[in-house]
C-alpha cells in the first residue's frame, strides 16, 4: 500500500446529543482500495459517525479530509458530490417504482422536457454486469428480495459517481447465500478501485473481508489493528471491554410435557401457494426447539399463525391441550405465550412511546397497571424502572422514547417485557437479529434460563450458529414443512444447510418427496 494521502481521514470528530457524548474525539484513516471495518457493540457510536460524513450530522468539533483536503460536509449532496455514498441499513427505495427509477431517483436524465428512461436503464444494466450485481433494471423494487434491493442501494451510490461506499450493517436481514455474495460483489468493488467502510459487529464477516479495522466502546476509539495481526476473541474483548463466551454454557434439558402442538397446518396465499404445508411440530416444557431453514420457507407465515397475526386455512395449533387456533392475538397472548417478534420495529415496539410504556403494551389493561379505568403511570413507570434495572436496558431514562434507544437496548426491552409475563411458551423470532456479541450473549442466557425454569421456548433463526449452540433440538423447514428433526450435538453445518435446501436426512441426501 502507498504512502498516498487516505481517500478520507477523519481528525477528532466529536458528536454530542443532549445527555450523550455519541463520538468522543474519533479520527480515522481510510486509504484507497482498502475494505475498513468499524466494529462496535449496538450504541457504540458508529452509525452516528457514518452519518457525520455523509453529512447527515455535522460535528460539534474535529473536521474530516479528502485526499488530504479539509471539506466540509454539510448535506448529503454535497456526499455525493465528493464521491462518498452510503448503502444505508434500512433501504430507502420506493417499493412500486422500478429498479431504474429508484436509481435515478433526483437525477434523472432527460431528453428534452422528458425524461430518458432507456439510456438510464442502459447505464443501470452496464453498472450491474461490471460490478456482478445481476440486477434487473426493469423489475419493481416490491417484486425483488431483500438482498436483490440492496444491490439496488449499491448501484444508486455507483450511478451517482461514489468511489467510497459506506455500508451499514449489510448483512443483517441477508440469508448466508446473500451474505457470500455480498462479500464477492464488495471484493469485485475494491478490485476496482473504490474504498469502503464497514460498519459491522459480526466478527466472522470482518475475519472474511476486511483489511483494516477501528474498533469503537462507548463513543471513543479504542485501537486500530491490520486484521491479520489480531482475532476474533481479542476484537470482541475490545468491542466489549470484558471476556466474551462464543459457546453458550447450558446443562442438558429434561423435557416434559408437551405445551405447544402445532398439527398438519396449512395456510395460502394471495396466489393460492401453500406457504405452510401440512406443518407438524411439538415443544415440551424445559426445552429449546429451534427451527432452521433459509428466509422464506414459511417462517414468518407460522410465526403469524402462532401469534393470531394471521388465520391459517386449516390445521390445529393447541398450548396445554387447548385449541387456540385463528384466536385474536390478545387471547393467544393471555393463554401463556410470549413473543419477541422478528422485525422490532414493526411489530415489537411503538417507537413513538416512551421506554415506559412500551414495557406494559401487552399488560396495561391488567388491574396493576389501571386506577379507576384509566392508566395508572405510577405503577406504570414503577415497573419500567425496575425491569430498565434487571435486564441493563441503557436509556438515559425510562421516559425517553423508544426510537432513542440503540437496536440492542431495544431488543432487551422486550426480552424484558416478554419474559415478565412469566409465560408457558417463549416464541423467540430471530432473536438476536443486529445485535452485537455482548448482546447476543445475554439474550441466549434469558432464553435458557426460561428453558430451565421449565418453560418450552421456540427459536425461529437464520443464523445456524444460534441454532446450533442455543436449541435442544433442531426441527428443519423447507416450502412450508418440516422436512427433518435432529439433535445438535449429532449434526454439522454442512448437514443442516443441505436438509435446509430440501434435502431428507434419512435419504442420503435425496429430495424431499413427501415427509411423513
Given at each position: 500500500?502507498?504512502?498516498?494521502?487516505?481517500?478520507?481521514?477523519?481528525?477528532?470528530?466529536?458528536?454530542?446529543?443532549?445527555?450523550?457524548?455519541?463520538?468522543?474525539?474519533?479520527?480515522?484513516?481510510?486509504?484507497?482500495?482498502?475494505?475498513?471495518?468499524?466494529?462496535?457493540?449496538?450504541?457504540?457510536?458508529?452509525?452516528?459517525?457514518?452519518?457525520?460524513?455523509?453529512?447527515?450530522?455535522?460535528?460539534?468539533?474535529?473536521?474530516?479530509?479528502?485526499?488530504?483536503?479539509?471539506?466540509?460536509?454539510?448535506?448529503?449532496?454535497?456526499?455525493?458530490?465528493?464521491?462518498?455514498?452510503?448503502?444505508?441499513?434500512?433501504?430507502?427505495?420506493?417499493?412500486?417504482?422500478?429498479?431504474?427509477?429508484?436509481?435515478?431517483?433526483?437525477?434523472?436524465?432527460?431528453?428534452?422536457?422528458?425524461?430518458?428512461?432507456?439510456?438510464?436503464?442502459?447505464?443501470?444494466?452496464?453498472?450491474?454486469?461490471?460490478?456482478?450485481?445481476?440486477?434487473?433494471?426493469?423489475?419493481?423494487?416490491?417484486?425483488?428480495?431483500?438482498?436483490?434491493?440492496?444491490?439496488?442501494?449499491?448501484?444508486?451510490?455507483?450511478?451517482?459517481?461514489?468511489?467510497?461506499?459506506?455500508?451499514?450493517?449489510?448483512?443483517a436481514v441477508l440469508t448466508p447465500q446473500e451474505i457470500i455474495k455480498l462479500m464477492e460483489i464488495?471484493?469485485?468493488?475494491?478490485?476496482?478501485?473504490?474504498?469502503?467502510?464497514?460498519?459491522?459487529?459480526?466478527?466472522?464477516?470482518?475475519?472474511?473481508?476486511?483489511?483494516?479495522?477501528?474498533?469503537?466502546?462507548?463513543?471513543?476509539?479504542?485501537?486500530?489493528?491490520?486484521?491479520?495481526?489480531?482475532?476474533?476473541?481479542?476484537?470482541?474483548?475490545?468491542?466489549?471491554?470484558?471476556?466474551?463466551?462464543?459457546?453458550?454454557e447450558k446443562k442438558p434439558p429434561s423435557p416434559k410435557h408437551t405445551v405447544l402442538q402445532v398439527?398438519?397446518?396449512?395456510?395460502?396465499?394471495?396466489?393460492?401457494?401453500?406457504?405452510?404445508?401440512?406443518?407438524?411440530?411439538?415443544?415440551?416444557?424445559?426445552?429449546?426447539?429451534?427451527?432452521?431453514?433459509?428466509?422464506?420457507?414459511?417462517?414468518?407465515?407460522?410465526?403469524?399463525?402462532?401469534?393470531?397475526?394471521?388465520?391459517?386455512?386449516?390445521?390445529?395449533?393447541?398450548?396445554?391441550?387447548?385449541?387456540?387456533?385463528?384466536?385474536?392475538?390478545?387471547?393467544?397472548?393471555?393463554?401463556?405465550?410470549?413473543?419477541?417478534?422478528?422485525?422490532?420495529?414493526?411489530?415489537?415496539?411503538?417507537?413513538?412511546?416512551?421506554?415506559?410504556?412500551?414495557?406494559?403494551?401487552?399488560?396495561?389493561?391488567?388491574?396493576?397497571?389501571?386506577?379507576?379505568?384509566?392508566?395508572?403511570?405510577?405503577?406504570?413507570?414503577?415497573?419500567?424502572?425496575?425491569?430498565?434495572?434487571?435486564?441493563?436496558?441503557?436509556?438515559?431514562?425510562?421516559?425517553?422514547?423508544?426510537?432513542?434507544?440503540?437496536?440492542?437496548?431495544?431488543?432487551?426491552?422486550?426480552?424484558?417485557?416478554?419474559?415478565?409475563?412469566?409465560?408457558?411458551?417463549?416464541?423467540?423470532?430471530?432473536?438476536?437479529?443486529?445485535?452485537?456479541?455482548?448482546?447476543?450473549?445475554?439474550?441466549?442466557?434469558?432464553?435458557?434460563?426460561?428453558?430451565?425454569?421449565?418453560?418450552?421456548?421456540?427459536?425461529?433463526?437464520?443464523?445456524?450458529?444460534?441454532?446450533?449452540?442455543?436449541?435442544?433440538?433442531?426441527?428443519?423447514?423447507?416450502?412450508?414443512?418440516?422436512?427433518?428433526?435432529?439433535?445438535?450435538?449429532?449434526?454439522?453445518?454442512?448437514?443442516?444447510?443441505?436438509?435446509?435446501?430440501?434435502?431428507?436426512?434419512?435419504?442420503?441426501?435425496?429430495?424431499?418427496?413427501?415427509?411423513?
Open positions: 500500500m502507498s504512502v498516498e494521502n487516505p481517500v478520507v481521514e477523519l481528525v477528532g470528530i466529536t458528536k454530542r446529543f443532549p445527555g450523550i457524548v455519541a463520538n468522543d474525539s474519533i479520527s480515522l484513516k481510510l486509504r484507497k482500495g482498502e475494505i475498513h471495518a468499524l466494529l462496535g457493540e449496538n450504541g457504540a457510536g458508529k452509525s452516528t459517525l457514518m452519518n457525520v460524513v455523509f453529512g447527515l450530522y455535522q460535528p460539534d468539533e474535529g473536521h474530516i479530509e479528502m485526499d488530504g483536503k479539509k471539506v466540509l460536509i454539510d448535506s448529503p449532496n454535497k456526499a455525493i458530490e465528493l464521491g462518498i455514498g452510503m448503502v444505508h441499513q434500512h433501504f430507502k427505495l420506493v417499493q412500486p417504482f422500478t429498479v431504474t427509477e429508484n436509481i435515478v431517483l433526483g437525477m434523472e436524465p432527460k431528453k428534452g422536457i422528458k425524461i430518458d428512461y432507456r439510456t438510464a436503464a442502459e447505464k443501470v444494466r452496464k453498472l450491474s454486469e461490471q460490478y456482478g450485481l445481476d440486477i434487473d433494471p426493469h423489475a419493481k423494487i416490491e417484486d425483488i428480495s431483500v438482498g436483490m434491493q440492496q444491490r439496488v442501494e449499491i448501484v444508486k451510490t455507483l450511478y451517482r459517481g461514489a468511489d467510497v461506499l459506506i455500508f451499514d450493517e449489510p448483512t464488495m471484493k469485485q468493488l475494491v478490485s476496482e478501485g473504490k474504498s469502503i467502510i464497514l460498519i459491522t459487529h459480526k466478527l466472522k464477516e470482518i475475519m472474511t473481508i476486511a483489511d483494516t479495522v477501528t474498533i469503537i466502546r462507548r463513543g471513543k476509539v479504542i485501537d486500530s489493528v491490520k486484521k491479520l495481526e489480531t482475532n476474533p476473541q481479542e476484537l470482541a474483548e475490545k468491542m466489549v471491554g470484558r471476556h466474551v463466551s462464543f459457546r453458550t398439527h398438519d397446518l396449512s395456510y395460502k396465499n394471495h396466489q393460492g401457494v401453500n406457504v405452510l404445508n401440512g406443518l407438524s411440530f411439538e415443544v415440551k416444557a424445559g426445552e429449546i426447539l429451534g427451527i432452521a431453514g433459509v428466509d422464506g420457507n414459511g417462517q414468518s407465515q407460522l410465526i403469524e399463525a402462532l401469534t393470531g397475526l394471521r388465520k391459517v386455512n386449516s390445521g390445529e395449533i393447541s398450548l396445554n391441550g387447548k385449541n387456540i387456533t385463528n384466536r385474536t392475538p390478545r387471547h393467544i397472548s393471555e393463554s401463556g405465550i410470549s413473543h419477541i417478534p422478528e422485525d422490532r420495529h414493526k411489530h415489537g415496539l411503538v417507537l413513538d412511546f416512551t421506554v415506559s410504556e412500551n414495557m406494559v403494551l401487552d399488560t396495561y389493561f391488567y388491574p396493576q397497571f389501571t386506577k379507576n379505568g384509566m392508566l395508572d403511570y405510577k405503577a406504570i413507570d414503577k415497573n419500567a424502572e425496575k425491569l430498565v434495572k434487571q435486564y441493563d436496558v441503557r436509556t438515559p431514562s425510562i421516559y425517553n422514547e423508544a426510537r432513542s434507544l440503540s437496536g440492542g437496548n431495544q431488543q432487551k426491552a422486550i426480552i424484558a417485557r416478554e419474559i415478565e409475563r412469566n409465560p408457558d411458551l417463549v416464541i423467540a423470532a430471530q432473536p438476536t437479529r443486529g445485535l452485537d456479541v455482548g448482546a447476543i450473549e445475554f439474550v441466549h442466557k434469558q432464553l435458557i434460563e426460561q428453558r430451565d425454569q421449565g418453560k418450552a421456548v421456540l427459536l425461529i433463526s437464520f443464523e445456524l450458529d444460534e441454532i446450533l449452540n442455543v436449541s435442544d433440538r433442531i426441527a428443519v423447514i423447507y416450502e412450508g414443512k418440516i422436512v427433518g428433526e435432529v439433535l445438535p450435538q449429532e449434526t454439522t453445518d454442512q448437514e443442516l444447510g443441505l436438509m435446509m435446501a430440501g434435502s431428507r436426512r434419512s435419504e442420503g441426501g435425496e429430495t424431499v418427496g413427501s415427509t411423513d
